[in-house]
């Protein structure tokens, strides 16, 4: 069974830590992304990442950065944690882009993140 | 700029009944379309989709419908179950080679089926 592994469930952290998401998939898929999901939001595209080393912003990016060294892994950095990035995260992977046989996304379980 | 919306906050059915989730987006662009449900404390998961060169995607008993002219899609379960109670993401993507895929997301509709 396909997987994508978030490393923590839940995650409490201080204001103006360094926090870092990890993301791992066992797919060998191109394509990984990190959302947000926020009440009466939806999901928010922060950053995606569509090969090694190769990273674009998303819709909302301000206040994180990411690092993809690997193919299967994919972290989500907040340089200096506020809490107005606590948040539900969600990291998810996709084989190809639409219209070269998008199959949709496999998420993982997500993070929640509470910065205090 | 809100591309795609989910103006339905939540949703409650009787089980057995029909569940109508509704998504209305902006974009002209957008071609490929999914629905995604979502458990408590789980990642969402893909549920069934459709290309903008069709109308209508049936798989078992969740129907999704496709009206381009009023950038309007609607997913139809029936009959409704209490399994079926979760949150429902309307997604769109506008790729044609170069997007990677990128999703768009609605704000999500909370369907409650009661027994």
């Known amino acids: 069974d396909v997987k994508v592994t978030q490393s923590s469930r839940y995650l409490v952290k201080r204001t103006g830590e360094k926090v870092f998401l990890e993301c791992v998939q066992d797919?060998?898929?191109?394509?990984m992304f990190w959302y947000r999901q926020d009440p009466g939001l939806g999901l928010r595209l922060i950053y995606f990442?569509?090969?090694?080393?190769?990273?674009e912003k998303g819709d909302i990016p301000e206040g994180y950065s990411v690092s993809r060294e690997k193919k299967e892994r994919f972290s989500l950095i907040l340089e200096s944690a506020s809490t107005n990035q606590t948040s539900m995260y969600l990291c998810a992977s996709s084989l190809l882009g639409a219209g070269q046989g998008f199959y949709g996304y496999t998420f993982g379980s997500g993070t929640r993140l509470t910065v205090v | 700029d809100q591309q795609v919306k989910q103006n339905s906050p939540s949703l409650s059915v009787q089980e057995g009944r029909i569940s109508i989730l509704n998504c209305d987006y902006t974009n002209s662009m957008f071609d490929y379309f999914l629905w995604y449900k979502k458990y408590p404390a789980e990642g969402p998961t893909f549920l069934i989709s459709i290309s903008s060169i069709k109308d209508k995607n049936e798989d078992g008993r969740f129907t999704v419908f496709l009206n381009k002219s009023a950038k309007h899609l609607s997913l139809h379960i029936v009959p409704s179950q209490p399994g079926d109670s979760a949150v429902y993401f309307c997604a769109a993507s506008d790729d044609g080679g170069t997007s990677y895929g990128k999703l768009t997301f609605g704000q999500g509709t909370i369907l409650t089926v009661h027994p």
């Open positions: 990442s569509y090969d090694v080393k190769m990273k």
């Open positions: 797919m060998d898929h191109e394509n």
